[in-house]
């Protein structure tokens, strides 16, 4: 089953259509993020069946994503670029607080709001021939999709920086290590990784993925203090819940499997 809407088709995989493929359509534009396809991914993710446990984007063709679409880029003055900054800014919150955990498959150019809509996501997994970069600097403007809270929280602010100010590309190496992705697999397979993944995390507790998901990021945001009656608070809710009870009863019956040596 797969629904298209514009440049994104949407397709439910797995026996219950628990995890949710959401794919960029756009390859003759290297899957560019124009106006119709930012609304379009919100609109995938505010709208995700309730069978989905857990979703994969990826983009079609050699590219993850070309960032945003520059041929849009006209003459908006001030207010209207505010406007389209926080469009984005709602879509791609959609992605990082659905309802859901988000994996994102990188292969090719994850470039401009491409890396910006990647930092959304909750894990990255990452093909050979991925490389990042933000051209935004050297094309007198500025990320607008997030991408100056969230980029920073996955490599710092010292290496956003150099790249916004010098152009610098990172393979898919130095992705891997810097923490733009937290996965590297051989050309190609970053897709059936990142299916992978999702079909692991659609069997967790819906709970516990969403404590992940919205609680954990905002305790990382709060003072020490604050943080830890939070966390009191969401891990109470969460042990409480029937299915954590029946998963720990599983596991002190024999029933349910050891952690395994990495
Ligand atoms: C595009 C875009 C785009 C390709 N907007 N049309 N992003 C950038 O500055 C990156 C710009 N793109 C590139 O550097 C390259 O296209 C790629 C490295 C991604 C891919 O190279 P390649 O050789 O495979 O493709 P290509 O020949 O450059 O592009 C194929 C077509 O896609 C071509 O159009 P055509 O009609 O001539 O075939 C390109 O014009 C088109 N295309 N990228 C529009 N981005 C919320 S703020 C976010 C701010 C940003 O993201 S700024 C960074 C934008």
Redesign the pocket.
């Known amino acids: 089953m797969a629904s298209k809407k514009q440049d994104l088709t949407v397709e439910l995989r797995g026996k219950k259509k628990e995890v949710a493929l959401v794919r960029l359509t756009r390859p003759?534009?290297?899957n560019?993020?124009s106006d119709g396809l930012i609304y379009a991914l919100r609109d995938a993710f505010q709208n995700l069946p309730a069978s989905v446990r857990a979703a994969v984007i990826d983009g079609e063709g050699?590219?993850f994503c070309?960032?945003?679409?520059?041929?849009e880029l006209k003459e908006r003055d001030a207010g209207q670029g505010v406007f389209?900054?926080r469009t984005?800014h709602t879509a791609l919150d959609a992605v990082q607080y659905g309802p859901v955990p988000v994996i994102a498959a990188l292969h090719?150019?994850v470039?401009?709001?491409?890396l910006?809509l990647a930092s959304s996501a909750h894990i990255r997994v990452a093909d050979a021939t991925t490389f990042y970069a933000?051209?935004?600097g050297t094309?007198g403007?500025f990320?607008?999709?997030g991408?100056s809270v969230r980029i920073p929280k996955l490599i710092g602010v010292a290496r956003m920086t150099d790249m916004m100010l010098t152009g610098r590309v990172y393979n898919a190496e130095d992705g891997e290590r810097l923490g733009l992705a937290q996965y590297l697999v051989p050309e190609g397979q970053a897709l059936d990784k990142a299916l992978a993944l999702a079909e692991r995390i659609a069997q967790n507790a819906p709970l516990t993925n969403y404590a992940l998901t919205h609680a954990l990021p905002r305790i990382a945001e709060q003072p020490a203090d604050h943080g830890f009656m939070t966390e009191a608070l969401i891990s109470a809710i969460a042990q409480a819940a029937p299915e954590a009870k029946a998963r720990v009863r599983a596991f002190l019956e024999g029933k349910a499997a050891k952690v395994q040596k990495g």
């Open positions: 003759a534009k290297r560019a993020l050699e590219h070309a960032g945003l679409d520059l041929s389209h900054s984005w090719g150019a470039v401009g709001g491409g910006e933000l051209p935004e094309r403007i990320v607008g999709g991408g």
